[in-house]
């Protein structure tokens, strides 16, 4: 029981800490890692794939050479692809943790409500497994 109190303290602490990061739109993006950044990456990307759709269309209007196309087009690929690896990892907390955090406080007032040991989501009342991730759930007696 005091364990789950503790728990409960923990994630309203998050949900104050996580606050200003979530609501202070482009605060966290400034930078180019760490937590809920990226913002600019994801410009970034966005102007690599306006380059290559730039360069298929100069491509094909035949203002380049087939050797330059292809030599820069792969070069702005494996960029993109970069670009897309960094995202995913630097991409932190969610746009919706805020939520999901409140959500499964909510979950976790209410009485019997098991946390799936699978992801640690909060799952409906009497689901025997976890509608996320689909591991049977232990609290489930048959
Ligand atoms: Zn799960």
């Avoid at 990061?21 to 990226?38: C, L, M, Y």
């Avoid at 690929?77 to 999901?100: F, H, K, N, Q």
């Amino acid at each position: 029981m005091s364990v789950a109190v503790c728990i409960v303290t923990f994630m309203v602490v998050c949900v104050f800490v996580f606050r200003p990061f979530v609501t202070a739109k482009g605060r966290i993006g400034e930078r180019d890692a760490g937590p809920g950044g990226g913002t600019r990456l994801v410009e970034e990307r966005e102007a690599l794939v306006d380059a290559i759709r730039e360069l298929d269309f100069d491509y094909r209007m035949g203002k380049v050479e087939e050797d330059d196309y292809r030599a820069t087009r792969s070069r702005y690929e494996s960029r993109a692809v970069e670009l897309m690896r960094v995202i995913e990892e630097t991409a932190g907390p969610a746009p919706g943790i805020e939520d999901r955090i409140e959500e499964e406080i909510a979950a976790m007032r209410k009485k019997d409500t098991v946390i799936c040991a699978g992801c640690g989501r909060a799952t409906p009342e009497g689901a025997r497994f976890c509608p996320q991730c689909g591991t049977a759930l232990a609290g489930s007696h048959p």
